[in-house]
Nanobody, 127 residues
Framework: QLHLVESGGGLVQPGGSLRLSCVAS????????IGWFRQAPGKEREGVSC????????TYTDSVKGRFTLSRDNAKNTVYLQMNSLKPEDTAVYYC????????????????????WGQGIQVTVSS
């Protein structure tokens, strides 16, 4: 059993920055791949960025490459999504997610295999 708690969402102007945090707790948290998905109005949920806690390997969807950075602090059981140069198109509900023993690319490709979800936090980019 794994619990995911998100924080850091909010309202920001275009070009601004936010940092999302996801704290994972529970059995064998270190074996999980952790990721961020988002769902914008009228769109399907998509993988944004995923990281394997054990080795730090990371993947990003093309639309956020160069703007978002995913990192982890294993001592704190926390992953961070630093979002810079935010655009209105980034507006969405962002969900932290976890599944065990998969490469980040596999996890971010589809939400279907995700076993644990955070509650979701709103990110709004607007002037």
């Amino acid at each position: 059993q794994l619990h995911l708690v998100e924080s850091g969402g909010g309202l920001v102007q275009p070009g601004g920055s936010l940092r999302l945090s996801c704290v994972a707790s529970g059995f064998a948290a270190q074996i999980y791949t952790i990721g961020w998905f988002r769902q914008a109005p009228g769109k399907e949920r998509e993988g944004v960025s995923c990281i394997r806690a054990s080795d730090g390997s990371t993947t990003y969807t093309d639309s956020v490459k160069g703007r978002f950075t995913l990192s982890r602090d294993n001592a704190k059981n926390t992953v961070y999504l630093q979002m810079n140069s935010l655009k209105p198109e980034d507006t969405a509900v962002y969900y932290c997610a976890a599944r065990p023993l998969v490469p980040p690319q596999q996890m971010c490709h589809s939400s279907a295999g995700v076993e644990y979800w955070g509650q979701g936090i709103q990110v709004t980019v607007s002037s």
